[in-house]
T-cell receptor, first 116, second 113 residues
Framework: DTAVSQTPKYLVTQMGNDKSIKCEQN?????MYWYKQDSKKFLKIMFSYNNKELIINETVPNRFSPKSPDKAHLNLHINSLELGDSAVYFC???????????????FGPGTRLTVL | GESVGLHLPTLSVQEGDNSIINCAYSNSASDYFIWYKQESGKGPQFIID?????DKRQGQRVTVLLNKTVKHLSLQIAATQPGDSAVYFCAESFTGGGNKLTFGTGTQLKVEL
């Protein structure tokens, strides 16, 4: 099936640990994103990459580091995890945003991160 | 910063009735608006979109209305079904913004049998 996939679906870890979330898309898209959804369901963009190049970098602690080994993958590495990092993290992908159009973003199923 | 917000956090409707979910936005530079549906345990799913040069767009059982004068958009769902129960988000984007989406706070739609 063509889709955006994420692993793991659930991640429970202790404060101070380092963890990674992986994202892959087989839609042939050039642009990938990471969003954070908090306990109140508020969705906020964190990063976007276009063909392995960082495009959007919102105000996110530098403990969060996205890595794009190729345009089909965008992984999120988090160092020194804190309680406030507990959230659902969504990966998304789209065709590149052009100067005159918007391209629909397709979301993955999410990774629920719980920091104890 | 500017934001997109929703008037009603929870909306309960009877099966078969029409649903209207509202959204206010404040970024006058936004020229593209999207409604997403998020079912429990899943990622947001695109429903319908509208550009700022339009005031209405219809899909299958859904209609989006845009009022640029008061910076308001709404999602109308006709003949609401149990499968429509979900959280609905409006989101905005603007040309040249790198395809960045700014989401509203979400409305929980509950369909009662």
């Amino acid at each position: 099936d063509t889709a955006v996939s994420q692993t793991p679906k659930y991640l429970v870890t202790q404060m101070g640990n380092d963890k990674s979330i992986k994202c892959e898309q087989n839609l042939g898209h050039d642009t990938m994103y990471w969003y954070k959804q908090d306990s109140k369901k508020f969705l906020k963009i964190m990063f976007s990459y276009n063909n392995k190049e960082l495009i959007i970098n919102e105000t996110v602690p530098n403990r969060f580091s996205p890595k794009s080994p190729d345009k089909a993958h965008l992984n999120l590495h988090i160092n020194s995890l804190e309680l406030g990092d507990s959230a659902v993290y969504f990966c998304a992908s789209s065709l590149p945003g052009a100067s005159s159009s918007y391209n629909e973003q397709f979301f993955g199923p999410g990774t629920r991160l719980t920091v104890l | 910063g500017e934001s997109v917000g929703l008037h009603l956090p929870t909306l309960s409707v009877q099966e078969g009735d029409n649903s209207i979910i509202n959204c206010a936005y404040s970024n006058s530079a936004s020229d593209y608006f999207i409604w997403y549906k998020q079912e429990s345990g899943k990622g947001p799913q695109f429903i319908i979109d509208i550009r700022s040069n339009m005031d209405k767009r219809q899909g299958q059982r859904v209609t989006v209305l845009l009022n640029k004068t008061v910076k308001h958009l709404s999602l109308q769902i006709a003949a609401t079904q149990p499968g429509d129960s979900a959280v609905y988000f409006c989101a905005e984007s603007f040309t040249g913004g790198g395809n960045k989406l700014t989401f509203g706070t979400g409305t929980q739609l509950k369909v009662e049998l």
